[in-house]
């Protein structure tokens, strides 16, 4: 056997879906660590540039295609920690002073209004695609906000109201995406019956939801279920979702969310909350942002960068100055109601997963390509803000853990 059937023989062996998609992420968890401990970064930040780095690889290096990374899987690990953000969102706060909910709608439409405002008078973007691109990029990431908090053990009014608003924006956002592409198809000559698919959506997926917490809580009762055998029962639950909300025509995300809400609101005594510190959730959070990092797209040209920077500065100055004025009505400071502002600034995979939804129509591509680099820059930069604002708030109670 010479040298060249020798290589053939240990690519062959060697060289497989599997083994490179295990070196990948071996490497990625390498690599992030090393950028947390010499630039001190939130390891959210690290983990997605580290999946930067493998979707570079997949791009440049033949071998490299063989780690399949399908969207799919980033959808159901996004799922699971949606589960888990919905435990957290204190919803009791919007019943105890209704001003907050305002506070979130405030802020809300003021980054529509100023992105939609910038795209069309600074860069000539129809009303369709400004608008389109507005609603994605007014929201906030819940899963981004929970990992940095729980990172840096932060407690307090600026890390609750940002879980809680970024939460609200994503389901506003989800709602008014769903009802713009429906609006669309409908003057596009498709199905009327179409246009009421946004609120069928929001109920399926409250049912959908409910069932689970049902299921589970039923689960636990019978089994006594407590650390794994919980977090399986949880994670079976998720899959359920995924597996069957699509066959309804429901969303898989929302149902996940309404998942976490309602059984945070029906388990009074906070057995089944134990998922939240669980092992199997750190590892589930550390694989989501390594794929969502490799799926990250950016700029190719001058004149998109410009598009993308315009939209992240009008995106920041809107959740500054909607947070700070909205403010004093919600109960909090304007310094806090700043910092609320800056906690809110990542944007992640639930976003990506509404840009896809804009690039499977033809006519709207043009706002999902502005949508996902404002996303995958965004997605990095993000977390920093949010660890800053955090500090600042002086609601970090320790170092990363």
Not at 96 to 124: Q, R, T, Y
Not at 222 to 250: D, E, K, N
Request: aromatic share 8%.
């Amino acid at each position: 056997m010479d040298w060249t059937d020798l290589a053939v023989s240990i690519h062959h062996w060697f060289v497989t879906p599997l083994a490179v998609t295990a070196g990948a992420f071996f490497f990625a968890l390498l690599l992030a660590e090393l950028v947390v401990r010499f630039t001190k970064l939130p390891r959210v930040a690290a983990l997605s540039l580290a999946g930067v780095a493998i979707g570079i690889l997949r791009n440049n290096f033949d071998f490299a295609h063989l780690m399949p990374l399908p969207s799919a899987l980033l959808e159901a690990l996004a799922m699971v920690l949606l589960f888990e953000v919905g435990q957290r969102v204190p919803l009791a706060w919007i019943r105890s002073n209704p001003w907050i909910l305002l506070a979130s709608v405030g802020e809300s439409v003021l980054a529509f209004a100023l992105i939609s405002s910038v795209l069309v008078f600074g860069f000539s973007f129809s009303y369709l695609d400004a608008s389109l691109v507005a609603v994605i990029c007014m929201t906030s990431s819940p899963i981004v906000v929970m990992s940095v908090s729980k990172e840096f053990g932060a407690r307090g009014q600026v890390s609750e109201r940002a879980l809680l608003f970024s939460t609200l924006s994503s389901v506003y956002a989800v709602l008014i995406v769903h009802f713009s592409v429906s609006g669309y198809l409908t003057t596009t000559n498709a199905h009327l019956d179409i246009a009421l698919q946004p609120l069928l959506q929001l109920f399926g997926a409250f049912l959908m939801g409910t069932a689970a917490a049902a299921a589970l809580r039923l689960f636990a009762a019978v089994t006594r279920a407590q650390s794994a055998l919980l977090t399986i029962g949880i994670l079976c639950g998720c899959m359920g979702i995924y597996a069957a909300a699509p066959s309804f025509g429901l969303s898989p995300i929302l149902s996940a969310l309404f998942f976490g809400l309602v059984l945070r609101s029906t388990d009074r005594s906070h057995r089944l909350l134990a998922y939240q510190t669980s092992e199997t959730g750190v590892v589930i959070s550390l694989a989501y942002f390594i794929i969502l990092g490799a799926s990250l797209a950016f700029p190719d040209s001058w004149d998109l960068a410009a598009v993308v920077a315009a939209v992240i500065v009008a995106r920041l100055v809107a959740k500054l100055a909607g947070n700070a004025v909205c403010a004093i009505p919600a109960a909090l400071s304007p310094l806090k109601g700043t910092m609320l502002g800056v906690a809110l600034a990542p944007l992640s995979s639930l976003a990506l997963v509404l840009a896809d939804a804009l690039g499977n129509q033809d006519a709207l591509t043009h706002a999902a390509i502005v949508s996902t680099c404002v996303i995958s820059v965004m997605a990095i930069i993000g977390p920093v803000l949010t660890e800053i604002a955090l500090r600042w708030a002086r609601e970090s109670s320790r170092g990363r853990k």
